[in-house]
Structures are given as structure tokens and as C-alpha cells.
């Protein structure tokens, strides 16, 4: 297919993407080397959704510079590949001086309507996003979800609210898997922090839930984990009792030093910058985002996305060790810039923290099984690490480059897959080697969040902006990367929701659900098939999911947005029945 001189594959680099979390987009458009805004912090009160530089020359870690030359070009197309280029490199009114240059050689060039409309979102000109699109939209230029993306901007032009959803204990759905099998969800109970307790429906007000983030479930069964970012802790819940057992602070000050091993963070990383109220480098507030199990579930690790006064998210952070067996943190070691995602090897001998704010990967040796050894092992860069210098003025929340974040080891632990949300993909890391292979494309727009079938044949990818969920031949997808593959098609997927966060299969892998944040949803898929089963109505803008080792309930947070919505942690009760086997005559 040529649109106007342009390959198809062309057309799809111009997918423009968001991540809906408050007003936060990240860009796979022109902008494919990943700005992304803040996708963790939505209860913050500092204004992390400011917008870019209105200079435009501002922007993740590529520096550049100056002025683009006047061009010879006058072809519409050539104009066009031109912007995106300028706008690779968040260079943002030249590459509007060059989109309008390809529309004034063609007017009808829709795909210029469309990348000016997404360079207009960075400064935030909501009229002059609204109208671009519209002519893009006229035109038939853009992906499939440009109306949707639309109505987004109009919303914004309006400074219309999404309304707030509440959902009613008893809620409930059902469907039938391709095997014959049906599922009825029905929401059991809440712990929310927004209203009166209702204990005798299911509904109880839990004060200590505040911005929750994400959910785990301990191995056996007999706690689930749920991480307040804003409240500064993690909560601990027994799932049979149905009540808080625990609340584990990350706040950090001088009676709380013993946690630190000072040697480890001269090896790794640019010493902790002093909080500068105090003068002590380890007394911050760690706002925890996701979190991991390791040794059979003997310990809890606990990312913090950023310590509370580095508003930037240009320092190092953190992650916590938490002691399973008396619900304590037991060490903290650092990182880098913003890490949230979490992954360990199927032998439990390496933890992966995944930074957002640099494009690194680092990788710390826990092989041991004894905390006061676990040391860093290095760290793996995703084509290249950017600049988080404390003095430029540059938010790495924001401004984040690739945007990494979901990641899976492979059942052999021999590579790490990492999703990239900015620029679109999922890099393929060498462990042993500690070396990038390659990035494979093909996947919708910001791939968020990955799973692993149990056998380790098959990776799901959930996508946010796009809203949806995509299956892979994990093998494949290494061969691809090994090769230098750029493209991969799945072999299945299906539309989730638009916003579709955290991924979970069933047990049996029978099922696979997603949190859909800008819908209000709980949904569920057949896992094989991709076929969705029912959609849920659930509390605003919910993020993380966890399925219980049974498989019986499902947990659902929703974090909110800018202090409206959100503060509830939902618990849905699953029941399978097994097809009616039929009798003989």
C-alpha cells in the first residue's frame, strides 16, 4: 500500500501513541526515540504534567542543537521524512516548519496533518492539535485510533474531566473459552480510601491506600503485596481474611542507615545526591511503583520510582528487600534513574531493574540467597544511555527515551526481553554476555507490559495506547533479533481497551486479563484464541493486576489521576466450570 509517495512501512513509523495516564502521552510517531510523560506519579503534587520546553530544543538524551538548514527538497514526502526526523530529535518547531513545508507542496498530504498535530500535543496548543487531526482524520491519513486520540484533544481543549466510575460490589460477568470451559467474575470486595465503609457489602475503607500502584501475590497464596507510590509504603493483605495485615514504610532517615551497604554505591553508580534538608544521603521517601519475589518468595523486592525530592528523576534511585517472613525491608540498594520494572532469572540468581530514565538495564547478583552479599553485576544499555546529569534542565520522567519497562526472562534465563515504549519494540538482552542483540518491531504502539506462558513458548505483550493484546513464538522473536529482524508479526492478537496497563494470565494459562485505565476496566481474554471474554466495569483508571496462584480471585488497583478517582484496591472472586461431559447411549 503508497499513500502519497510513502510505503506502508513509512505510514506505520507515523503511528503517533499515548500513554493515558493523566494527561501523559508517550509518542511512537515522529517521536520514536520515546518522550514520554509521567506514567507512575499521577497523585503527585508537584506538577510533573508541566509541559516540554516551548523551545523545543530540549529533549531526552540526545543532544541536539542549532538550527536545520534550509532544504532543496519540494516534495511533499521528502519534506515530511524530513520533520520526523527533526522530530526524532525532539527538535519541535523545526519539525513543524518542515511539516508545513510538505503541506505546502501538497495541501492533501494528510500524514503532515497528523505529525504536526502530535508536535502541537508536546506544546500542549490543544486548538491546533484539535484541527490538524480533523483534517487528518478528513483525509483518512493516521492509524486506526487517531478518533480516539481526537476526542482526547478535544477533551483537553474543553479541559473536559474523563468521569469518575465506581464500581458496585456484586458486579459481575461471565463467558465461555474455547474449550468449552465458563468463567463467571464477580467483584467480592474493595479496600478503597474514598468514601464511608460499607464492611457488611464487601466495601472497606483502608486509609493507608493511597496512589496504589501494583499488586503481587506471595507464592503460596497468603498475602498479596500492594504498592502505595504515594503513600510511601507497601501494604500487606490476607487475601482469605479479606483485611490490611501490615504496612511496610519506605520512608528513610538517620535511625534507618544500617539498611545501606556504602561500598556498593561507590561501585555502581554516582553516589545518592543529599536530599540537601538534611545533609544525609540515604533519608528520602521512596515512592514504590512495582515489585518482584525471589528465592521461592522468601524476599520482596520493591522499586522505587524516585525519591521524592528528585522531582526530575535525574538521581539514582533505589530498591527495597523485604523479608517475606516477618514483612520487614531487610536491605536497600541503589540504582539508576527511575527504575520500575522488575524481573528475576528463573534460578533466582539475578535480579533486573529496569530504568526508565536512562535506557539501562542493571542487573544485580543474588545468587547467594544471603542478603548482606547480593552485589550489582553490571549494567546492559539499550542502544544508548542518556544524559542524567543533575544540572540540565531536563525531566527524565518525561523526557525518557526508549521508556523501558516490561521485561521477562526466558525460561532458559539466557535473555532478557525488555518492551520499549517510546520507539516502539522489544529489545532483546544477552545476560551472559551483557550485551544488547537488537530491538525487534511490530508490535502495536507503546508495548507496555510482557508475560511469559508457563512453558516459556509464548509471550504476550500487552500495548497501551492502542489498546491491545499480542501474542508471540518466543523463540522467534530471539532468532529475529539474533538476525537482525526488524519486523515480527504475532500470532494472534486482539483490541483489549485503549490504555490497557498490567497483563495477567490464569495459572493454568487458560485466561489472560488486563487492566484497561482509560475505559475503567477488568478484562478477560481467552489466552488461547485471544477471542475477549466480558469487560468488567471497575473503579477509575486501574493499573495493576495479579492473579492468585489458584487462580480464584483477581486483585485490581486503580492508582487515579491528579487526585481525582482512583484510591481503591478491588478483589474479584473467579469461578470456572468445567464443560458438561456428555453421556454415551
Known amino acids: 500500500m503508497h499513500i502519497r509517495g510513502l510505503s506502508k512501512a513509512v505510514i506505520l513509523l507515523g503511528l503517533g501513541s499515548l500513554i493515558l495516564a493523566g494527561t501523559a502521552p508517550v509518542f511512537q510517531s515522529a517521536y520514536g526515540q520515546g518522550q514520554a510523560l509521567p506514567e507512575a506519579n499521577t497523585h503527585t503534587t508537584v506538577p510533573e504534567n508541566t509541559p516540554p520546553e516551548k523551545d523545543g530544543t530540549e529533549q531526552t538524551g540526545t543532544e541536539q542543537t542549532g538550527t536545520e538548514q ?33 503541506l505546502a507542496a501538497d495541501p ?22 484539535v484541527s490538524h487531526w480533523e483534517k487528518a482524520l478528513e483525509l483518512k491519513a493516521g492509524p ?17 474531566p474523563q468521569p469518575l466510575v465506581r464500581s458496585s460490589i456484586g458486579a459481575e460477568k461471565q463467558g465461555a473459552l474455547s474449550d468449552g470451559t465458563t468463567i463467571r467474575m464477580r467483584l467480592k470486595a474493595r479496600f478503597q480510601n474514598y468514601k464511608a465503609a460499607e464492611p457488611e457489602q464487601g466495601d472497606i475503607l483502608d486509609k493507608a491506600v493511597f496512589s496504589p500502584k501494583s499488586v503481587s501475590f506471595l507464592p503460596d497464596g497468603s498475602k498479596a503485596y500492594v504498592q502505595a507510590l504515594e503513600g510511601h509504603a507497601t501494604l500487606v493483605y490476607s487475601p482469605t481474611e479479606m483485611r490490611r495485615t501490615r504496612v511496610i514504610s519506605h520512608i528513610f532517615d538517620s535511625g534507618t542507615g544500617s539498611l545501606f551497604e556504602p561500598e556498593e554505591t561507590e561501585q555502581f553508580r554516582p553516589r545518592f545526591t543529599s536530599n540537601g534538608m538534611t545533609g544525609d544521603f540515604n533519608s528520602y521517601k521512596g515512592k ?48 539508576g534513574p527511575i527504575p520500575k520494572f522488575l524481573a528475576v532469572s528463573p534460578d533466582s540468581s539475578l535480579l533486573a531493574v529496569v530504568h526508565w530514565g536512562d535506557n539501562t538495564v542493571g542487573l544485580i547478583d543474588i545468587s547467594t540467597g544471603e542478603p548482606a552479599s547480593f552485589r550489582h553485576s553490571g549494567e546492559i544499555t539499550v542502544e544508548r544511555q542518556l544524559n542524567v546529569n543533575p544540572g540540565r534542565k531536563v525531566n527524565r520522567d518525561r523526557m525518557c527515551g526508549f521508556c523501558l519497562r516490561g521485561t521477562v526472562f526466558t525460561a532458559d534465563g539466557k535473555y532478557l526481553l525488555v518492551s520499549r515504549m517510546g520507539g516502539g519494540g522489544i529489545a532483546v538482552l544477552d545476560v551472559a554476555r551483557r550485551k544488547y542483540m537488537g530491538t525487534v518491531r511490530g508490535m502495536r504502539p507503546t508495548p507496555r507490559h510482557l508475560v511469559l506462558s508457563s512453558d516459556g513458548e509464548l509471550l504476550y505483550v500487552g500495548s497501551n495506547s492502542s489498546g491491545y493484546i499480542s501474542v508471540y513464538n518466543t523463540a522467534d522473536l530471539i532468532r529475529a533479533a539474533l538476525a537482525g529482524t526488524r519486523d515480527l508479526k504475532p500470532l494472534r492478537e486482539a483490541r483489549s481497551g485503549q490504555g490497557t496497563r498490567t497483563i495477567a494470565l490464569s495459572p493454568d494459562g487458560k485466561i489472560i486479563y488486563g487492566a484497561v485505565n482509560n475505559k475503567s476496566l477488568l478484562v478477560a481474554h481467552d489466552a488461547v484464541s485471544l477471542k475477549k471474554l466480558f469487560e468488567l466495569p471497575a473503579d477509575s483508571y486501574p493499573v495493576g493486576l495479579a492473579v492468585s496462584p489458584d487462580g480464584t480471585q483477581v486483585w485490581l488497583t486503580s492508582q487515579g489521576r491528579k487526585l481525582r478517582g482512583g484510591n481503591s484496591v478491588m478483589v474479584f472472586e473467579v469461578d470456572l466450570q468445567a464443560p458438561a461431559t456428555k453421556t454415551a447411549r
Do not use: C
Not at 498530504?109 to 496548543?125: P, R, T
Not at 512495582?290 to 520493591?302: A, K, P, Q, T, Y
Open 288 to 335: 514504590p511503583v512495582e515489585s518482584v519475589f525471589s528465592h521461592d518468595g522468601r524476599f520482596l523486592w520493591v522499586s522505587h520510582y524516585r525519591r521524592d525530592f528528585d522531582r526530575n528523576g535525574v538521581m539514582p534511585s533505589s530498591v527495597a528487600l523485604i523479608d517475606t517472613a516477618s514483612d520487614r525491608i531487610i536491605r536497600v540498594m541503589q540504582t
Open 70 to 102: 534550509t532544504v532543496s527538497v519540494r516534495s511533499a514526502p521528502e519534506l515530511y521524512r524530513r520533520g520526523f526526523t527533526l522530530q526524532q530529535q525532539f527538535r519541535t518547531r523545526e519539525a513543524l516548519d518542515m511539516y508545513r513545508q510538505a
Open 144 to 160: 486506526p485510533e487517531l478518533a480516539d486520540f481526537l476526542q482526547l484533544a478535544r477533551d483537553r481543549k474543553e479541559s473536559k
Open 108 to 129: 492533501g498530504y494528510g500524514l503532515a496533518h497528523y505529525e504536526i498535530g502530535w508536535s502541537y500535543w508536546v506544546l500542549e496548543d490543544w486548538k491546533n492539535v
